[in-house]
T-cell receptor, first 109, second 114 residues
Framework: GQNIDQPTEMTATEGAIVQINCTYQ??????LFWYQQHAGEAPTFLSYNVLDGLEEKGRFSSFLSRSKGYSYLLLKELQMKDSASYLCAVCDSNYQLIWGAGTKLIIKP | DADVTQTPRNRITKTGKRIMLECSQTKGHDRMYWYRQDPGLGLRLIYYSFDVKDINKGEISDGYSVSRQAQAKFSLSLESAIPNQTALYFC?????????????FGEGSRLTVL
């Protein structure tokens, strides 16, 4: 079966760095997405990786290793507004998105 | 105004009632999707449509139906609502051919079935 695993919840301190991991087992691979979702709101797109390596976008970076079925989202200089759930999703061989359950990130002052 | 608009935003109904959730978009995207989100679970795909004449079942289509009235409109119906359909429902659009295929979500419709 297809599976996306990410931690349920993480806590970090304002101004610090946090890494949210995502491992996946899917039938085929056509890219991996990270979305941010604030409580009660819609998910919003953060990043897309289809090749191995690191993609940097401001305070957020996303890494992919296809051979290991592994990605992480790195958030630097954490701000209180970064408190949200972070969703990992993989596009499989049929171009269908398989979603992880999300990681709830709690930022403490 | 939001690019992807869902109505209603909140709805409380009773078991056995018929419910329709509507979605309209101004992004000009061909692809539209309906997802449901439950606490502790990932987003689950109910139905998707790649154009007006193309409707496809997702992983949890039982108990739901859809209609793609136009490129910009995609509605989800619950013919006879039951309590385990209580969830947050999202409509989304994408334009796979000209972008990375990321989804653009509506603001969500929170449905409670008593």
């Amino acid at each position: 079966g297809q599976n996306i695993d990410q931690p349920t919840e993480m806590t970090a301190t304002e101004g610090a760095i946090v890494q949210i991991n995502c491992t996946y087992q899917t039938s085929g691979f056509n890219g991996l997405f990270w979305y941010q979702q604030h409580a009660g709101e819609a998910p919003t797109f953060l990043s897309y990786n289809v090749l191995d390596g690191l993609e940097e976008k401001g305070r957020f970076s996303s890494f992919l290793s296809r051979s290991k079925g592994y990605s992480y989202l790195l958030l630097k200089e954490l701000q209180m507004k970064d408190s949200a759930s972070y969703l990992c999703a993989v596009c499989d061989s049929n171009y269908q998105l398989i979603w992880g359950a999300g990681t709830k990130l709690i930022i403490k002052p | 105004d939001a690019d992807v608009t869902q109505t209603p935003r909140n709805r409380i109904t009773k078991t056995g009632k018929r419910i329709m959730l509507e979605c309209s978009q101004t992004k000009g995207h061909d692809r539209m999707y309906w997802y449901r989100q439950d606490p502790g679970l990932g987003l689950r795909l109910i139905y998707y449509s790649f154009d007006v004449k193309d409707i496809n079942k997702g992983e949890i289509s039982d108990g739901y139906s859809v209609s793609r009235q136009a490129q910009a409109k995609f509605s989800l119906s619950l013919e006879s609502a039951i309590p385990n359909q209580t969830a947050l429902y999202f409509c989304a659009t994408s334009d796979f051919g000209r972008s990375t295929g990321e989804l653009f979500f509506g603001e969500g419709s929170r449905l409670t079935v008593l």
